[in-house]
């Protein structure tokens, strides 16, 4: 009998947790219309599923206030409407070279239409100095963006430091928890964050389609885009309050449904913690593929830090 070792966690993770898949069926099947848009029981049923939702995230994020939780598809779709909507012409922004695409080609758009984006290095283990970001703050400094787990290594930025500096200085603060959220705590209080963009279907083990971004009071997103939110559908221009501010059209109710789970609050931390534990458990994993193609271990090379990194578990089937 064959074993798949699926190591591709970091794409998307695979398989789900079981509920995920048992709630998700059992919502579409019996609750799936379209919430908000109606007021017989179906439908207000729909509607509070979403808002726990949103109140479990909330939880999650340890945010204040349910209503600031918005969904969207992904992180490219949540990252794109805090760049787009924070940034104009003639604003600086200052992000890191560890960044993922929907953060850099987001910045490099804007850039030609005369938004100056500073990029923050990284040392040899894969780490921002947090004092490097405050030494290349300006007065039009309207953003810093940083992604929390580095998807290619793992490291975990230092952003409370980062944070407080942007606090500090006034400068509003963005992170991108795609990787982070469910593998390490995210706790946005804590760290000095105004924004926080989460996708389902990484490390929170949730499906795709659907994610997110947590935005704190005081600070504002402009409208990037315009369209149906089933509320108040006689106001000609989009609704400015949050959520629906950045919620456009029907909701993936199947993908908040998965990322409800039936009231499974998706883990802080991964299985083993962060650290050395993830390489005795891929270890194992890595030596089943060794033995197969008839080599050893001899040439394996392990990037970034031993232990400030978050942990992509290996399935095993
Ligand atoms: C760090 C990071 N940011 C953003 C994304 C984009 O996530 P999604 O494809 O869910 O939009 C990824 C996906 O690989 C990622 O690793």
């Known amino acids: 009998m064959s074993t798949l070792i699926y190591l591709d966690n970091g794409a998307t993770s695979f398989p789900k947790p079981p509920e995920v898949y048992d709630f998700m069926d059992h919502f579409y099947r019996n609750f799936g219309v379209n919430p908000g848009r109606s007021g017989y029981d179906l439908c207000v049923e729909t509607g509070e599923l979403v808002e726990n939702t949103r109140k479990m995230l909330t939880r999650f994020f340890n945010g204040a206030d349910p209503n600031r939780l918005c969904f969207s598809y992904n992180s490219t779709d949540a990252l794109n409407l805090i760049i787009f909507g924070m940034l104009k012409p003639d604003d600086h922004a200052v992000t890191t070279t560890l960044e993922h695409n929907s953060v850099l080609r987001p910045l490099y758009h804007l850039s030609r239409t005369g938004v100056e984006v500073d990029y923050v290095p990284f040392d040899k283990a894969g780490f921002v100095d947090p004092d490097d970001f405050p030494k290349r703050f300006k007065k039009n400094t309207k953003l810093v963006i940083i992604n929390h787990a580095f998807n290619v290594i793992g490291t975990i930025q230092p952003i409370r430091e980062i944070g407080r500096h942007c606090r500090e200085h006034g400068v509003p603060f963005a992170i991108d928890a795609s990787q982070s959220a469910g593998n390490v ?133």
């Not at 389902?200 to 389609?209: M, V």
């Not at 089933?230 to 456009?248: C, I, M, N």
């Not at 993908?255 to 993830?278: F, K, T």
């Open 185 to 317: 705590p995210v706790d946005i209080e804590d760290a000095f964050v105004d924004v926080v963009a989460f996708t389902g279907h990484k490390s929170l083990l949730r499906p795709t389609g659907i994610g997110g971004l947590y935005v704190r009071e005081g600070i504002e997103i402009r409208l990037t885009r315009a369209g149906g939110t089933g509320v108040r559908s006689a106001v000609r221009t989009h609704l400015e309050e949050y959520p629906y501010r950045l919620e456009y059209g029907t909701l993936n109710v199947l993908g908040v449904a998965g990322l409800h789970a039936g009231d499974a609050e998706p883990a802080r931390s991964g299985p083993v913690g962060p650290g050395l534990g993830l390489i005795d458990l891929e270890v194992p994993a890595l030596e089943v593929l060794a033995v197969e193609r008839g080599d050893g271990l001899q040439d394996l090379v392990l990037l970034g830090h031993p232990h400030d990194k978050i942990t992509p578990y290996p399935t095993y089937y």
